[in-house]
């Protein structure tokens, strides 16, 4: 890599190394019942909603409860998403005069924005309006974020608690990730954008004379405050069709690094906070810790490879124009402002996170460079993972290890001092298992099907990718697109929608259901035949488990799709 791609990492590794352990504390003290900073600004608010919304702070929920309140409230807000969209033709502003979104469409959209997903079948800037875009996309980046985050304190305090009927009040959970956490950060956030180049207005499209004396129509509209909370909260759905490889979105190699950072700070604070509520540190630093052996290792790979040529290219003429222009490396659908290592680090970063977000097309990064991004999403989006799903997540693989930690020595394995037995396995089972096979089976229908096989722009193994990594990104509640696929038909609409509700809520339900039985069991003192879990030992076992069970899974398909395409290339 060269030196300004060696400058770039370690610039934002220092931010996240300031970032986690102040931000991860913070979230200790939020979630963990004592005194907090802000309690005097927060806690009245907070009183307010409960008395509002008819909630008994102090009244805590049974993981089934847990799960009901999280399943309703994202009912209500797919429900109300998708009416906002059928009628915002009527509603206030619309300075561009939008129709009302169309059925099928609104339906994709509503589903991915509450999945905190935000696959866009459609260019924003020319579908949803101003109204549509603050009061239904840019409120559910905050609330979907928000109930990921809660998911994951609840698993938290399920592995932390004794012989407990309860794992928390979601309703509470919900409020205070959103007005505590969220809130603050994406206003601060949202001010310093502006000052670095985002557009923050209420315009509507304006006509204007360029220097060769032609018009163009220059978009406007509520930026900052929607791309800040799309980063931050893992969401990723952009203003603009181009996202944030629009100027108005990302005008500048600052705000790039800004917005990558945006993307990870919460999902790795949050194992710091993990280690805090379990009382001990070591637990959060070893999932840390394989988190950053997964992201590091992925971004390394991904600017390396796009630093170099495309493979078609190598030996002519092009190749040695483009080695000797300063950007070098594979231009092709990267911003100039960027290059090829800022545009690996966020294509990594985004997918490594639930994001989704692109500052460039991922559809035409070299074949093994775009096959990363892919493989990011297949890991589960745990390296770091998005907002409060890539903990669980981890967490997850963390009880898998253990279980084969046990397998490996003979003995009932345990993890914080809690016997992992078959009704917990089975759960884990249950999680890894649902993804791979909506990804897969939809995936396998799209390419037999006719009338889904038109979508696909380019034929061969580049076209099984493109088709792939649409499921994965739904699935996987990422929301990104390789970029050749047609998405906006009917079959499309319906059946990706469908993938990122049986990636979201049939994850979240078995996820709270092991948080439930864990949080009955006693505390078993360690012995001589206990596995540490807390030791870089453990980190390189649980980054093992990843790799194993997503290659198990996954290379046959990887095989057929970007490896045989670098092969031939």
């Keep these: 890599m060269s030196l300004g791609s060696w400058v770039q990492l370690t610039v934002l590794v220092a931010m996240l190394a300031v970032s986690t ?32 919304c008819g909630i008994d702070p102090e009244g805590e929920q049974r993981w089934r409860a847990y799960a009901t309140s999280v399943v309703a409230f994202s009912a209500v807000c797919v429900l109300g998403l998708f009416l906002l969209q059928r009628v915002q033709a009527w509603l206030p502003l619309n300075p561009d005069d ?14 991915s924005f509450v999945t905190n997903t935000n696959w866009q079948n459609y260019s924003g800037e020319s579908t949803m309006t101003h109204l549509t875009q603050m009061a239904g996309l840019a409120v559910q980046n905050f609330v979907s974020a928000a109930v990921g985050i809660a998911v994951a304190v609840a698993l938290v305090r399920g592995l932390t608690r004794r012989r407990a009927g309860t794992i928390g009040n ?17 206003l601060v956030g949202a001010l310093t954008l502006v ?13 204007v004379a360029t220097v060769e004396g032609a018009t163009q129509q220059i978009p406007g509209g509520p930026v900052a405050s929607q791309e800040v909370i799309k ?45 805090r509520l379990a009382g001990d540190l070591r637990q959060g630093l070893a999932v840390l810790g394989a988190m950053v052996v997964l992201w590091v290792s992925a971004a390394g790979l991904t600017m390396w490879m796009e630093g170099r040529s495309n493979p078609r290219l190598e030996g002519t003429a092009v190749t040695q124009v483009r080695t000797d222009t300063a950007t070098g490396g594979n231009m092709e659908g990267k911003e100039s402002r960027f290059g090829p290592p800022g545009s690996g680090l966020f294509a990594t970063t985004a997918t490594g996170t639930s994001t989704g977000a692109v500052n460039a097309m991922h559809d035409s990064f070299t074949p093994l ?18 907002v409060g799903s890539g903990l669980y997540g981890m967490l997850v693989f963390a009880i898998l290890a253990v279980f084969v930690a046990g397998l490996m020595v003979g003995r009932t394995p345990e993890y914080l001092g809690k016997k992992i037995e078959a009704g917990e396995v089975k759960l884990v089972v249950l999680y890894i ?12 229908i799209s390419v037999l099907l006719g009338t889904a096989r038109a979508s696909i722009l380019n034929p061969g193994p580049h076209g099984l990718s493109e088709v792939v990594y649409a499921y994965t990104s739904a699935a996987n509640n990422n929301g990104s697109a390789f970029a050749g696929l047609t998405g906006g038909t009917d079959w499309y609409n319906i059946t990706l929608g469908l993938a990122m509700l049986f990636g979201r809520f049939l994850l979240i339900v078995p996820v709270l259901a092991i948080a439930g039985a864990v949080a009955q069991k006693n505390h078993t003192p360690m012995s001589l035949g206990t596995f540490p879990t807390g030791t870089p030992t453990f980190t390189g076992l649980l980054v093992a488990i990843v790799l194993i069970v997503v290659g198990l899974t996954y290379i046959p398909v990887l095989a057929l799709g970007p490896i045989v395409e670098s092969l031939v290339a």
């Design 433 to 444: 298992l649902i993804v791979p096979v909506v990804v897969l089976v939809f995936a396998g």
């Design 195 to 207: 000052g670095l180049g985002l557009i923050q207005n209420f315009s509507g499209f304006t006509e």
């Design 231 to 275: 980063l931050l909260g893992t969401n990723g759905g952009g203003f603009f069709n181009g996202n944030s490889s629009h100027p108005f979105e990302n005008p500048n190699p600052t705000t790039n690094i800004l917005e990558i950072w945006l993307m990870l700070c919460i999902p790795f604070a949050l194992t710091w906070t993990y280690g």
């Design 21 to 52: 352990p102040l931000l991860g504390t913070y979230m200790a003290k939020v979630f963990g019942g004592v005194k907090a900073p802000g309690d005097r600004v927060f806690a009245p608010i907070e009183r307010g909603i409960y008395r509002l």
């Design 170 to 186: 979601f309703w509470v959970d919900l409020t205070r990730a959103t007005l505590r956490l969220l809130v603050p950060i994406a």
């Design 369 to 386: 460079g775009g096959m990363v991004p892919l493989v990011n999403m297949m890991l589960g989006e745990v390296s770091p993972g998005g």
């Design 98 to 111: 939008l129709p009302n979104v169309p059925s099928f469409l609104a339906f994709n959209t509503a589903v």
